[in-house]
């Protein structure tokens, strides 16, 4: 325990930072994960156990538009998330690494959600394995794509990240940006020895909290949401529903790429602790005063460059009114799969009224 | 126990002839020869006159199932060719004497071979000053999905090879490059080698049995072979249901030079099934690849066979966004089926598509033969269900949406194959000067 505990307090080092202390750490099975607590609260907690991650590395699409990072890691098990549904994904026989990849925008280091991913992996011109990947939260990274690998042996592997076009409404700079597929080839030097060096330590005494583990500084961007200080326009509320954080503000003129008239109303929503993105989910709204309802309608998700991922409305010319009341619906919870400490939060997500 | 020394002779059979035909050349020949001993196979007409004026009337010369769906022949291959010299009149005189030989020997039917030559816009656009009719729909092949990189078949020339016995296909092969002086008792009037070299060869099989067959070791299929021995398919289902694919007079060009001719736009494909089969019960594979609606009214059993020869999907197209929204998932042929009617309600596209194992990989090769290029095109963009994941998050670019997880384009091209009239190296203008 002694190790785990040096290893523990150096916090949670940058990437890549304990590769060289694999002499350090015993070897264990990936089979050894603690349990999942048996009693977890319907929000976001404290892991069992926390994964340090190794960097792949990085690298940008042919045309610039896109920068892409490679990060691996234990075998995790993770829960996918259909409509309301979760189910379980173990770690499989036959699993070596859980890779992580992170697309970007090279010029604002906006991490981009919500663009398909794909990993191509082959070893001496072999095809090793080829997948869609997933969109994740997971408390150290935030928003990333994961899946678990098998790769066998040590070894020059390359894997090639493909994104697809985004789909996700885009605005301001962003309007004609990330249409086009783009590829990019990635060199990953596995070795199982390095991957047993990566940091690996329970947490027993604070699984189950209501905390969240720190984020992790890695060399590729972080999907953190803007402080409510550095939003634009005039932040004029907080709510929480399902533990998500959603901060809403308004724009007087809606971003360039929105169809209407202002003024524009934005959920930024966040993850509570360390202020990741929370994207992917279904957002409505009625913005409401005295004599009811004066507006009524989906806040559509968006990619800004200022605003960063949210949800928005134009209101079409309905001000907004000091005193008025936003109650806000969540029919789709985040359609993104969890690591540990997520897969309760963000999920029963009741309305939420936010007077603003 | 030694499972191979346990298999039925009739499975070990089956095996070498299909790895037979992906290995190709004279040691596949060989290889199939000591399996099937070279049975007698008909040959074709004397009378050439007495054959189809369309290379694509395929349909009345295959097998169909009880309930008249087409099957198509067992063994496929597709020749990718480049021309050696310009199309003059000997290259011309060399391809149509090549193709001669063929329809000579051997009855034109699955169980003799079926074959075709198309010609990409590459192939005119290289070879001549003169431009394709404007009204004839053959683009250069693009991108058809945000998120796939295909490469690009420009190559000049697409030769497609049918046939349920893999041992024709090899002799028919040897034939066209010069490897045999006959082909089932004809003379062989020319290599087809001597004008065109193959700058690409894939291969590729169809029918129930096959697929499970051939799925054991295949890199794209779980190692715990979930193929159903009934499915004609890697996916597990049957597909192409008479009642959902065009005719051939519909698809058949019926002006302009090429009259008689049609567009064939092929695909290669890989396959992805580990979570198709790992992650997704049987109703949620029946969600994806027709309609949710099909899972939740019990419509399809087993591999689809109860559908008959029409797997109903008319009837949920209308229904994509209420099912994104009720069941976070919307189906593959719902989707497609959007843009694959016209007005009158007639099917756009005569799919004929068919698996491969080439490279070890599973991939479909996907022709598909319509009017117009831009059929295909309005079809796929249809399938490609961008406008989903608007109605709901929980339909992602390609995770719920259809099959589009599972499937990951490597190669397209665009081709027109001509009527058997002008078969040979055809000019722009619809001429085959030498002949």
């Known amino acids: ?356 | 126990m030694d499972r191979k020394g346990s298999e039925e002779p009739s499975a070990r059979r089956r095996d070498v002839l299909r790895a037979a035909v992906a290995v190709g050349g004279a040691a596949g020949l060989s290889a199939c020869l000591g399996y099937t001993g070279g049975a007698a196979v008909e040959t074709g007409p004397e009378d050439l006159s007495t054959l189809p004026a369309r290379q694509h009337a395929w349909n009345d010369r295959v097998r169909n199932d009880e309930y008249g769906n087409t099957e198509l022949p067992s063994h496929q291959t597709l020749l990718y060719l480049d021309l050696r010299d310009g199309p003059d009149a000997d290259a011309r005189s060399t391809v149509e004497a090549a193709l001669r030989t063929l329809d000579r020997a051997y009855v034109r039917s699955h169980e003799g071979l079926l074959h075709s030559i198309a010609y990409s816009p590459a192939y005119f656009d290289r070879h001549y000053d003169e431009s394709l009719p404007e009204d004839l729909g053959l683009p250069e092949p693009r991108r058809l999905s945000p998120f796939e990189e295909p490469e690009f078949d420009t190559q000049d020339a697409l030769l497609h090879l049918a046939s349920d016995s893999p041992d024709v296909l090899l002799r028919a092969e040897a034939a066209l490059s010069g490897e045999r002086s006959t082909l089932n008792g004809v003379d062989v009037g020319a290599a087809l080698t001597d004008a065109v070299e193959v700058a690409d060869r894939r291969t590729g099989f169809v029918g129930a049995g096959i697929p499970a067959a051939k799925q054991s070791g295949l890199e794209g299929v779980p190692a715990d072979g979930p193929v159903p021995e009934a499915s004609p398919l890697f996916m597990g289902f049957k597909a192409g249901f008479a009642a959902n694919q065009a005719s051939e007079d519909y698809v058949t060009l019926d002006g302009g030079p090429f009259a008689g001719g049609t567009t064939k736009h092929v695909a290669n494909i890989r396959q992805r099934l580990a979570d198709w089969y790992g992650e997704q019960s049987f109703d949620e594979r029946v969600m994806e690849m027709f309609s949710p609606a099909h899972a939740e009214r019990g419509l399809v059993e087993g591999v689809g066979e109860n559908l008959g020869a029409d797997s109903g999907i008319d009837e949920f197209v209308g229904d994509i966004e209420a099912h994104a929204r009720e069941f976070g998932r919307v189906g593959h042929a719902q989707k497609a089926a959007r843009a694959n009617r016209d007005a009158e309600g007639n099917v756009r596209l005569l799919r004929r598509h068919f698996e491969s194992a080439d490279d070890n990989v599973a991939s479909l090769h996907f022709p598909s033969l319509q009017r117009d290029i831009a059929d295909f095109e309005a079809v796929r963009e249809a399938m490609n269900g961008s406008d989903v994941p608007a109605m709901t998050p929980a339909v992602r670019q390609r995770v719920n949406n259809g099959i589009l997880e599972y499937i990951f384009v490597k190669h397209r091209g665009n081709w027109l194959v001509p009527p058997r009239s002008l078969r040979a190296l055809p000019t722009p203008t619809g001429g085959t000067p030498g002949l």
Request: proline share 7%; with cysteine.
């Open chain 1, 1 to 356: 325990m002694k190790r785990r505990d040096y290893l523990a307090g150096l916090g949670l080092a940058g990437v890549g930072g304990l590769a060289g202390c694999a002499g350090l750490v015993e070897t264990r099975s990936v089979a050894a994960a603690p349990p999942v607590l048996e009693d977890r609260p319907d929000a976001v907690y404290f892991p069992t156990h926390v994964e340090g991650m190794g960097m792949a590395g990085s690298a940008e699409s042919g045309d610039g538009e896109y920068a892409f990072g490679l990060m691996y890691s234990y075998p995790h098990r993770f829960w996918n998330v259909n409509g309301g549904a979760v189910s379980r994904t173990d770690i499989e026989d036959g699993d070596d690494v859980h890779l992580m990849a992170t697309v970007w925008d090279p010029e604002t280091r906006t991490v981009l959600p919500e663009a398909g991913l794909s990993l191509e992996i082959a070893r001496g011109g072999e095809l090793v394995s080829q997948e869609v990947i997933y969109p994740m939260l997971s408390q150290p990274m935030g928003f990333h794509y994961g899946a678990n690998f098998g790769l066998g042996d040590d070894g020059s592997y390359t894997v090639t990240v493909s994104v697809g076009g985004v789909s996700t409404r885009r605005t301001g700079s962003f309007v004609d940006r990330f249409d086009e597929p783009a590829s990019a080839d990635v060199a990953f030097d596995y070795s199982r020895s390095t991957r047993d060096g990566l940091r690996f330590e329970n947490t027993p005494d604070r699984a189950g909290s209501a905390a969240a583990v720190e984020p992790m500084e890695m060399m590729a961007p972080n999907a953190v949401a803007p402080a409510e200080t550095d939003l634009p326009g005039d932040v004029l509320g907080t709510g929480s529903t399902g533990d998500a954080v959603l901060v809403v503000g308004r724009l007087e003129a809606p971003p360039e790429g929105v169809d209407g008239e202002g003024p524009y109303l934005y959920v930024s929503a966040r993850t509570p602790y360390n202020r990741m993105v929370v994207p992917a989910m279904a957002v409505e709204g009625t913005l409401a005063r005295d004599d009811g309802a004066v507006f009524e309608g989906e806040f559509v998700r968006t990619l800004d460059p200022d605003l960063g991922y949210h949800y928005g409305a134009a209101l079409g010319g309905t001000a907004v009114e000091s005193g008025d009341s936003l109650t806000l619906r969540v029919p789709t919870p985040p359609q993104v799969a969890r690591h540990e400490g997520y897969e309760t939060a963000f999920l029963e997500m009741p309305p939420v009224e936010v007077t603003l």
